[in-house]
């Protein structure tokens, strides 16, 4: 994919970047201006701490708190820490967690890189069953509880991955209900699993935050280990690279912070201090609000163009999501999108870039979806490229 | 230790901080001010590539270029990557490279970070033979070699890990001889073993560069899988935390760079920008020679003030380091310096804080010797905190 960007003209609904034109450089400059004010410390520059900056942790629980439900929350900043961007802490918890041959629990579909990731660590992936509504299908799940259990397989599953708000690539989220009978599930198991919640995309949200608690505040979920992930930098400056995680388990924390410690013994302490600043001074909410319009229009462009194409009419169906960056696709059962396929070809022949869903999906056991992202492109040309898509999609249809 | 730090009055020859009145804020203030122009593209501020910026890499090779004997390197940008601090490659390499209870070479002593990931990723680790020089010592070191064919160990050997200059913490560099038997003693080895050269205060030198080439540039090691590590944060700002490496194997870099895709896809972006930015308007070599006599000065100072306290007449010697951040102390054999020492306890008594060397031979198997080091603390400090180091030190010598 990265040799075909180079390709000119071609125009990209792959990648989940976001949009150059909304990247508050001011605001970095500003931030920036004030840390080198010559009678400071300096002491961003140097080396910070494994966990991350005191003040940086304590404002990534106040953005959480400031969601309805969430206000109480009350965790010791010992179980927040920051990561190079949210990914890293995916990656620590699975090597805390996981031995080869384990077993994890993803949504359908689900985060491809998570997904890379876990097949680079030989695991076993399976997916929590779904029903036609979207919900969870809890009869199908503890179905497939107590087949590992007989197969003797239960004590390898290791974690449970699920992505709450906006997801990539669904945009789907998780509703609280669905989040409260999980919670009850796991508690009547007599181990514990823990269970990620990779919240990236929550404050993306176009028009109202999504209306479910997270993991940490529900009580069904008080006492399980559960870690918490999110970013402060895909919404404001991916360049940054700076995630936080919170854990309800200090075991789970003080593991992953071990591992963190090998691998770069703290997040550049220089990036830290420039968020610590813009959200100290309350820039960063207002920053988000501005660009929550602006991809709920880009997203609008997207959409429209799609449906104008006719594609619906040919057996394609997607959601209007109500934050994130992604349109999910879904094309008629026998339409094959995946990366050797002809309707990738025909894509790459048209000059235009999506990423094919069956990399999403553990097993990529169907081949008929698609993550088309809107964060990119400018308007004139999401509209281009919307076009040539649905021009291959109508072939194969 | 990071409690210790929190005593007040406490002085740390400990941590291997730099030094805050040297930190070039000023010149970063310049890139980003450059960065942030509103008519420039912004991409500093968005997702880069896992491999890391391509003029970044290219300014990663040109500064190894400038050091005698490097002019003719030749290796394709592929195999430079751009890393969270040098340490992340470390951690890299090992995943990669190495299996539970698989053997790993270190130096003695040897970079305490690196000795505590391997023991974390349950490695055994040896060390590599020196005689009373210093030197290498081959003899020894064959006879380990053909005792580790003996017993059937020799294919656990995974890598060698190196420091070539200035090291942390003995502030020893290797000698080009010892480099070049040792090159010639690998290749008579059927099986290729991997050595890592962490080159990570290579350009901390006070005077002069130290007259050795890297692994990359010697004769008796072209074909030989080499990774050699840098940073270019070190010795410019602890706090943007920026690390290269070069391979010379092809297939290495690849393997290491697909697990950097599962921790991060990329360091940040924005740290690299403004590093290419200083490197490329010729500022970062003016910041190290600035810096050169600066650290210079101070390890004099601390050196000064340890031979004022009479230590050398009871039983402490030393090297006075060419470049680096440390002092390598060795003191009377019966002196222990550990962690849960009497020796340690008085320190903190005193308000002063080391690393026990200990911590950085495999094995723990000496006690005797201690890195202090002279980054963080201004003049005026590093002799109070030698005075207080002494008056210990002599107590139990």
């Known amino acids: 994919m990265a040799d075909a960007l180079n390709i000119p003209g071609m125009l990209s609904l792959a990648a989940g970047f976001t949009d150059n034109a909304v990247l508050p450089s001011e605001l970095i ?3 920036m201006s004030a840390l080198c004010d010559p009678t400071g410390s300096k002491e961003c520059f140097q080396y910070g701490t494994n966990i991350g900056r005191f003040g940086l942790r304590e404002e990534a629980l106040r953005l959480l708190k400031t969601y309805p439900g969430e206000e109480r929350l009350d965790l010791p900043l010992s179980q927040v820490a920051i990561t190079n961007g949210s990914q ?44 036609e509504s979207g919900a969870i299908d809890f009869e199908a799940l503890e179905t497939l509880f107590s087949e590992l259990k007989v197969a003797g397989e239960w004590h390898r599953v290791k974690f449970i991955y699920l992505i709450g708000y906006f ?14 009978r999980l919670g009850l599930l796991l ?41 918490y992930t999110g970013t402060f930098t895909k919404p404001f400056a991916t360049g940054l690279k700076v995630g936080y995680a919170f854990s309800t388990s200090a075991e789970w924390m003080q593991n992953v912070l071990c591992v963190k410690g090998h691998q770069d013994f703290g997040t550049a302490n220089f990036a830290q201090a420039i968020l610590e600043h813009v959200l100290k001074a309350d820039l ?20 429209r163009a799609l449906v104008n194409s006719g594609l619906m009419e040919h057996g394609w169906s997607w959601s209007v999501p109500g934050g994130g960056l992604y349109l999910w696709l879904t094309g008629p059962d026998h339409v094959d999108t995946s990366l050797p396929s002809n309707f990738c070809k025909a894509c790459l022949d048209e000059k235009v870039l999506y990423v094919p869903g069956d990399l999403c999906i553990a097993g990529g056991v169907r081949k008929n979806c698609v993550r088309l992202s809107f964060g990119a492109l400018p308007e004139s040309l999401l509209e281009e490229a919307a076009a040539r898509f649905a021009a291959v999609a109508l072939r194969f249809s």
Not at 188 to 197: C, F, S
């Open 88 to 131: 890293q802490v995916l990656y620590l918890s699975a090597q805390v967690l996981c031995d080869e041959g384990d077993i994890v629990f993803v949504e359908d579909p689900s985060y491809f890189v998570l997904l890379e990731m876990l097949r680079g660590m030989n695991l076993r992936v399976l997916s929590i069953p779904r029903s």
């Open 29 to 31: 400059l500003e931030a």
């Open 167 to 180: 997801a990539n690539p669904s945009s789907r989220s998780l509703s609280e209900e669905d989040k409260r």
């Open 284 to 303: 960063y909410l207002t920053h988000l609000r501005r660009i929550r319009v602006h991809y709920k229009g880009k997203m609008e462009v997207l959409h």
């Open 187 to 227: 508690r009547a198991q007599k181990r514990p699993i823990p269970v990620i919640e990779d919240a990236a995309y929550r404050n993306l949200y176009f028009d109202q935050a999504y209306p479910a608690r997270s993991l940490l505040s529900l009580p069904e979920w008080a006492g399980l280990p559960v870690m």
